[in-house]
């Protein structure tokens, strides 16, 4: 399938909605699902993804959540860790999660596999505002594994690719060896969804681009004025993602960022997640630029 015809998409205000309130976060913030892995993928190298089936059919049956948000993992007698859900939003069977193995809790499910047991609250926060950017192209720009936050963004774009005018997925890691969900682009291309990638360093077998992901807005035609952009990495990244999206047009009003901050309780009760006077873990972590601007440019905050 190509991609639909493009929209004469006349200049449209920036998007001025309200930041997302959290989804589906109407019960008690510890209430817990007991779930099994039914698979677990290596991505590449230390990432993997888990798909998790909920023992309780009542508690799969009633789990809804919407792309951008996330859940918090545990591993009792380990701890816990604040993970994003990568599958398709309408996937009943189970839900999934990309992990790079960092620290206590992502090296520990790093050594389960299938059938054994995960701990799982959520979902919490903030969800990228797919139903704003209808209508409009969409640039979703991430880094290593920031790819994971926004994969049921693009499943759920998918669903309803004729609402989105052109769609590009901007795409870099360190390596080649570092490209997570490569098996999927030919699907998400076949969809009329642009995959646009660059890594830092070339390895022998590598033809495509080397740079920044800033470099990749070089190879794109859009509509800027009309064009939302979602973006999730590392935060120098994301930082350097607004001034290009900036520099080319898209409105700051119309950037959303997800702020992968440090969490404890997921439940706006223990301050570790606090960036200024926000809570990542309720008002985030999907956030609109401008509403972060001014702190996202001090360091160690
Ligand atoms: C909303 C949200 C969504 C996330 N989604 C994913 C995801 O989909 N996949 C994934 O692999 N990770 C994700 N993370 C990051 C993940 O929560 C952390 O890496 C977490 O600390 C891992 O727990 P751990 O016990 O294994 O590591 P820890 O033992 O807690 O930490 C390991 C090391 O990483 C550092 N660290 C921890 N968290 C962060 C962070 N957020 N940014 C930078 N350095 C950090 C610590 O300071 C420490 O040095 C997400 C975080 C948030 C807040
Ligand atoms: S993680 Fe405790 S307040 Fe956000």
Redesign the pocket.
């Known amino acids: 399938m190509t991609a639909p015809p493009r929209r004469a998409s006349p200049p449209r205000p920036c998007i001025r909605t309200p930041a997302p309130e959290p989804l589906a976060f109407g019960r008690d913030a510890w209430h817990h699902h007991v779930t099994r892995i039914v698979a677990a993928r290596d991505e590449v190298a230390g ?1 993997r993804t888990y798909d998790l089936a909920f023992r309780d059919p009542d508690a799969a049956a009633g789990y809804v959540f919407a792309p951008g948000q ?1 859940n918090m993992l545990y591993l009792p007698g ?9 599958s398709d939003p309408r996937e009943r069977a189970f839900v999934g ?13 790093e050594r389960l596999g299938a059938g054994d047991e995960v701990v799982l609250r959520g979902p ?2 903030t969800a990228w505002p797919l139903e704003e950017l209808r209508g409009r192209d969409v640039v979703i720009v991430t880094g290593g ?2 790819l ?2 926004v994969r049921s963004a693009i499943f759920q774009i998918i669903a309803a690719r004729g609402d989105y005018g052109r769609v590009a997925v901007l795409f870099g890691a360190k390596t080649p060896a570092g490209l997570i969900y490569t098996d999927e682009y030919d699907r998400w291309r076949a969809a009329g969804i642009e995959v646009l990638l660059t890594v830092d360093e070339a390895d022998s077998n590598w033809t495509g681009r080397v740079g920044l992901v800033t470099a990749l807005f070089d190879d794109l035609d859009l509509s800027p004025a009309s064009s939302g952009l979602i973006c999730c990495g ?2 120098p990244m994301m930082l350097a993602v607004v001034k290009r999206a900036g520099a080319a047009g898209i409105f700051p009003g119309d950037t959303y960022l ?6 404890s309780c997921a439940a706006r009760l223990c301050g570790l ?1 606090q960036f200024g006077p926000e809570f ?2 309720r008002d ?2 999907v956030f609109p630029y401008d509403r972060i601007a001014r702190f996202l440019e001090i360091r160690h905050l």
């Open positions: 990432v996330f380990i701890g816990e860790a604040a993970i994003s859900i990568s999660h990309t992990v790079k193995a960092v620290g206590n809790v992502t090296q520990a499910l919490f926060g594994v920031g994971a936050s590392p935060e997800s702020m992968e901050r440090n969490m997640c990542v873990c985030g972590p």
